[in-house]
Nanobody, 119 residues
Framework: QVQLVESGGGLVQAGGSLRLSCDASGRTFSAYAMGWFRQAPGKEREFVARIMWYTRDTYYADSVKGRFTISRDNAKRTVYLQMNSLKPEDTAIYYC????????????WGQGTQVTVSS
């Protein structure tokens, strides 16, 4: 089985920065893409960013463009989300997810890491 484990969440003041990490472990799998999602209290989970594993093309939600950067370390099978200029509305549980090459949807999910931005 594949496990995705997020880390790096925490409490930060508005305008601050955090870097989230997502480590993939377990059986070897070929990732087609990996992404970050978030879910704020009382809201549905929403897409944040995605990176295509081989081309490194990236995609972002409009709400985070210019502030967040997704990147990956292929050797470590780790994906990062650098979050700058954080706003209180970025407060949420952030989830890492992966699409394997034999899937058309995100089929692996992490447990999430809490990010809280104080005003």
């Amino acid at each position: 089985q594949v496990q995705l484990v997020e880390s790096g969440g925490g409490l930060v003041q508005a305008g601050g920065s955090l870097r989230l990490s997502c480590d993939a472990s377990g059986r070897t799998f070929s990732a087609y893409a990996m992404g970050w999602f978030r879910q704020a209290p009382g809201k549905e989970r929403e897409f944040v960013a995605r990176i295509m594993w081989y081309t490194r093309d990236t995609y972002y939600a409009d709400s985070v463009k210019g502030r967040f950067t997704i990147s990956r370390d292929n050797a470590k099978r780790t994906v990062y989300l650098q979050m700058n200029s954080l706003k209180p509305e970025d407060t949420a549980i952030y989830y890492c997810a992966a699409i394997s090459t034999d899937s058309s949807t995100y089929n692996y999910w992490g447990q999430g890491t809490q990010v809280t931005v104080s005003s």
